[in-house]
């Protein structure tokens, strides 16, 4: 079974910043793609980031994102990141952490193969 966990999610004023962890036990992580995705209330689910497999030398931003957040990888910790910067009101949601077993960067929450839990990231006024 294959376990995804995302930390890092809290409380933080607009224009703060956060980072996000998350922790997969496939193995070898580096062969795996890394996604981060987001749920808002009310809304649908969507895409944040990626980072492809290996090095991650291939990245993918959502446009409301880009210039913000930064994804990385460290694969000797079987973790990925997302660092959150000059955050928004709207960038309140839930943050889920994914694992594509196809190693890229897609957009697409289909092409993810397992998920974590989600952790709330709540920015304030």
């Known amino acids: 079974q294959v376990h995804v966990v995302e930390s890092g999610g809290g409380l933080v004023q607009a224009g703060g910043s956060l980072r996000l962890s998350c922790a997969a036990s496939v193995r070898p992580f580096s062969a795996y793609g890394m996604g981060w995705f987001r749920q808002a209330p009310g809304k649908e689910r969507e895409f944040v980031s990626a980072i492809s497999r290996w090095s991650g030398r291939f990245t993918n931003y959502a446009d409301s994102v880009k210039g913000r957040f930064t994804i990385s990888r460290d694969n000797d910790r079987n973790t990925t990141y997302l660092h959150m910067n000059s955050l928004k009101l709207e960038d309140t949601a839930v943050y889920y952490c994914?694992?594509?077993?196809?190693?890229?960067?897609?957009?697409?929450?289909?092409?993810?193969?397992?998920w974590g839990q989600g952790t709330q990231v709540t920015v304030s006024a």
């Open positions: 994914a694992v594509t077993v196809g190693g890229g960067v897609d957009d697409r929450p289909e092409q993810y193969n397992y």
